[in-house]
């Protein structure tokens, strides 16, 4: 197990050697080959590069967050690049691009009064808010021990709870680095999903909005404008909108493959396809109704996790559960803490030592 852990590490560090090498090129190479068809083409060897590398890893924390930030993240915005648009397009310098090129992070407009500096009651709160989640995910941890007492349905809403709170961590941690490198505020990557109250404000306003933002640069805006003159813009941005989840499916589906290895059984995608469409009549009945009716917010919020959870079940999950996915997580999360507790341990072991 020791072995597999530094052989997997091993690879995790030579796979990101190689992108930053990858990326390092893209800045100075879309520097000097003009937008258009010729920078795509120059950029595409690393659009592939960057899908292969993270076949180097198996494991979840290590190959699942690479996957994601390379062959969604990285790749569109390479895409968008090509065509001078996205965030790398005003990277003043090497090391901002390879920020945000690598990174699921996200520059803030900028406002002067919005600075939240340390100590702040903000960064107070947001200390206080992380710190619960920590203590929320070991105790969801420790529940696992439970399993084979439990129904089948409260695992997959620990499951569902587990994957919210891990996703946060991972993508705040992520962003102290660039915050750091970049000294600019970043965008928060989830804004309180559980307090949604329809799926309009869950996957546009609270979830994940660095693939909100990313998806809305590559497929929601070129859809609308293609379609606008043909049926109007109010009109188009809703085959848009439909679009955009599609897409979401797909390369939900993708990520998949990475994590499991497994032939895609296109579960996930209509998962997508079914939330897409009742986005759309979500976004329909709400101007046909014109804000003359609306439910109560405390009753659509409860609506719509029960939707998400519903939904999730039958199609998010499975391909993860029946592949032991969710086995290999529980498993990492469990070596991880077991390792930070002996740590700590130690540590206070070695301090009384001292002291005394």
Same mark, same amino acid.
């Given at each position: 197990?020791?072995?597999?852990?530094?052989?997997?590490?091993?690879?995790?560090?030579?796979?990101?050697?190689?992108?930053?090498?990858?990326?390092?090129?893209?800045?100075?190479?879309?520097?000097?080959?003009?937008?258009?068809?010729?920078?795509?083409?120059?950029?595409?060897?690393?659009?592939?590069?960057?899908?292969?590398?993270?076949?180097?890893?198996?494991?979840?924390?290590?190959?699942?967050?690479?996957?994601?930030?390379?062959?969604?993240?990285?790749?569109?915005?390479?895409?968008?690049?090509?065509?001078?648009?996205?965030?790398?397009?005003?990277?003043?310098?090497?090391?901002?691009?390879?920020?945000?090129?690598?990174?699921?992070?996200?520059?803030?407009?900028?406002?002067?009064?919005?600075?939240?500096?340390?100590?702040?009651?903000?960064?107070? *709160?947001?200390?206080?808010?992380?710190?619960?989640?920590? %203590?929320?995910?070991? !105790? $969801? +941890?420790? &529940?696992?021990? @439970?399993? #084979?007492?439990?129904?089948?349905?409260?695992?997959?809403?620990?499951?569902?709870?587990?994957?919210?709170?891990?996703?946060?961590?991972?993508?705040?941690?992520?962003?102290?680095?660039?915050?750091?490198?970049?000294?600019?505020?970043?965008?928060?990557?989830?804004?309180?999903?559980?307090?949604?109250?329809? *799926?309009?404000?869950?996957?546009?306003?609270?979830?994940? %909005?660095?693939?909100? !933002? $990313? +998806?809305? &640069?590559?497929? @929601?805006? #070129?859809?609308?404008?293609?379609?606008?003159?043909?049926?109007?813009?109010?009109?188009?941005?809703?085959?848009?909108?439909?679009?955009?989840?599609?897409?979401?499916?797909?390369?939900?589906?993708?990520?998949?493959?990475?994590?499991?290895?497994?032939?895609?059984?296109?579960?996930?995608?209509?998962?997508?396809?079914?939330?897409?469409?009742?986005?759309?009549?979500?976004?329909?009945?709400?101007?046909?109704?014109?804000?003359?009716?609306?439910?109560?917010?405390?009753?659509?919020?409860?609506?719509?996790?029960?939707?998400?959870?519903?939904?999730?079940?039958?199609?998010?999950?499975?391909?993860?559960?029946?592949?032991?996915?969710?086995?290999?997580?529980?498993?990492?999360?469990?070596?991880?803490?077991?390792?930070?507790?002996?740590?700590?341990?130690?540590?206070?072991?070695?301090?009384?030592?001292?002291?005394?």
């Amino acid at each position: 197990m020791k072995e597999e852990a530094e052989e997997e590490l091993k690879n995790f560090l030579q796979v990101w050697i190689s992108v930053l090498a990858a990326l390092a090129y893209s800045y100075y190479a879309s520097s000097v080959v003009p937008r258009g068809a010729s920078r795509l083409l120059s950029l595409l060897p690393v659009v592939l590069l960057l899908s292969l590398l993270p076949l180097r890893l198996s494991s979840f924390h290590l190959g699942g967050p690479t996957a994601f930030f390379l062959v969604w993240l990285a790749n569109s915005k390479l895409l968008l690049l090509s065509f001078h648009l996205g965030p790398l397009a005003d990277a003043p310098n090497l090391l901002h691009f390879l920020s945000l090129a690598s990174l699921p992070v996200k520059v803030k407009s900028p406002r002067g009064d919005e600075k939240v500096s340390a100590g702040s009651p903000k960064s107070t *709160l947001a200390s206080v808010r992380l710190a619960i989640m920590v %203590l929320i995910l070991v !105790s $969801i +941890l420790h &529940s696992y021990e @439970y399993r #084979p007492r439990l129904h089948e349905y409260v695992i997959l809403a620990l499951y569902c709870v587990h994957m919210y709170l891990e996703l946060e961590l991972v993508l705040a941690i992520c962003a102290v680095p660039a915050s750091a490198a970049l000294g600019l505020d970043l965008e928060r990557q989830f804004d309180e999903p559980y307090l949604a109250t329809s *799926l309009q404000d869950f996957w546009g306003r609270r979830w994940n %909005l660095m693939v909100s !933002s $990313i +998806l809305r &640069s590559t497929v @929601y805006d #070129p859809v609308r404008r293609r379609l606008a003159p043909l049926v109007g813009a109010r009109r188009a941005s809703l085959p848009a909108i439909v679009a955009a989840f599609v897409v979401s499916g797909v390369m939900h589906e993708a990520i998949y493959y990475y994590l499991t290895r497994a032939r895609p059984t296109g579960e996930v995608t209509w998962f997508f396809v079914l939330h897409g469409i009742c986005v759309v009549a979500e976004v329909a009945a709400k101007r046909w109704a014109g804000g003359r009716w609306r439910m109560h917010r405390a009753a659509s919020g409860m609506l719509t996790l029960a939707f998400l959870a519903v939904t999730g079940v039958l199609w998010f999950f499975p391909q993860l559960t029946r592949n032991g996915v969710d086995e290999k997580v529980i498993g990492e999360c469990c070596a991880m803490f077991d390792f930070v507790k002996d740590k700590l341990t130690l540590f206070i072991f070695h301090a009384k030592s001292v002291s005394g």
